[in-house]
């Protein structure tokens, strides 16, 4: 099955600063990857993903890469500020399940 | 529009109790259907998923349980908890009929075993 590694756990940031979180994915047939962002105490919420046939996708201050080749995928905030800070997961998708998810990041942003 | 309702919010339950935490979804038809256990420091580990009614497959061995009895509503059971049953858990859903789709998590519930 589908195994998903996320780094680094946690990050420390000023305001002002980017900020990037890396990924792996195992199994070369997973297509969707999205990033989900996860406030203290409220369920995760989707904030951007990419599929398979792009290599990279931006809203705002926040971009994905995938480089599907070695099986890794990035989320990029720029000029982080201080309600950035949360818990950031990536996921992939295995074919014919589910969403698997890394364990996390934690992101601080101090002003 | 879609909306996905998960109770109860919290619970706390002693060894050796029954669970049953509950999810529906509002606004769509024949959704997939998903359970994830959050616990400190583990991520988002996926329970069970279901493409259909009585349709369940299971990701992780445990005493946990789960059930489809209606097209948007998916069950999570326990016969007998243990400490480490406690943790945070997601209901989901995903539009169905399509691979590699946005899952969409209900509010969660907090379940700590005593």
């Known amino acids: 099955g589908e195994n998903v590694e996320q780094h680094p756990s946690t990050l420390s940031v000023q305001e002002g600063d980017s900020a990037v979180i890396k990924c792996t994915y195992s199994d070369s047939a997973s297509n969707y990857f999205p990033w989900y962002k996860q406030e203290l105490g409220k369920r995760p919420q989707l904030i951007i993903d990419?599929?398979?046939?792009?290599g990279e996708k931006k809203d705002q201050r926040i971009a994905v890469t995938l480089n599907k080749t070695a099986k890794h995928f990035s989320l990029h905030i720029t000029e982080t500020q201080p309600e950035d800070s949360a818990v950031y997961f990536c996921a992939a998708y295995q074919a014919g399940t589910a969403l698997i998810f890394g364990k996390g990041t934690t992101l601080s942003v101090s002003s | 529009s879609q909306t996905i309702h998960q109770w109860p919010a919290t619970l706390v339950q002693p060894v050796g109790s029954p669970l049953s935490l509950e999810c529906t979804v509002e606004?769509?038809?024949?959704?997939?259907l998903y359970w994830y256990r959050q616990a400190a420091g583990r991520g988002l580990q996926l329970l069970f998923y279901s493409v259909g009614i009585g349709q369940i497959s299971s990701e992780v061995p445990q005493n946990l349980s789960a059930s489809r009895p209606q097209d948007r509503q998916f069950i999570l059971s326990s016969k007998k908890l243990l400490l480490s049953d406690s943790g945070f858990y997601l209901c989901?859903?995903?539009?169905?009929?399509?691979?590699?789709?946005?899952?969409?998590f209900g509010e969660g519930s907090w379940l700590t075993v005593v």
């Open positions: 989901a859903w995903s539009p169905g009929g399509a691979v590699g789709n946005t899952i969409y």
């Open positions: 606004g769509t038809s024949n959704p997939n």
């Open positions: 990419i599929r398979s046939n792009v």
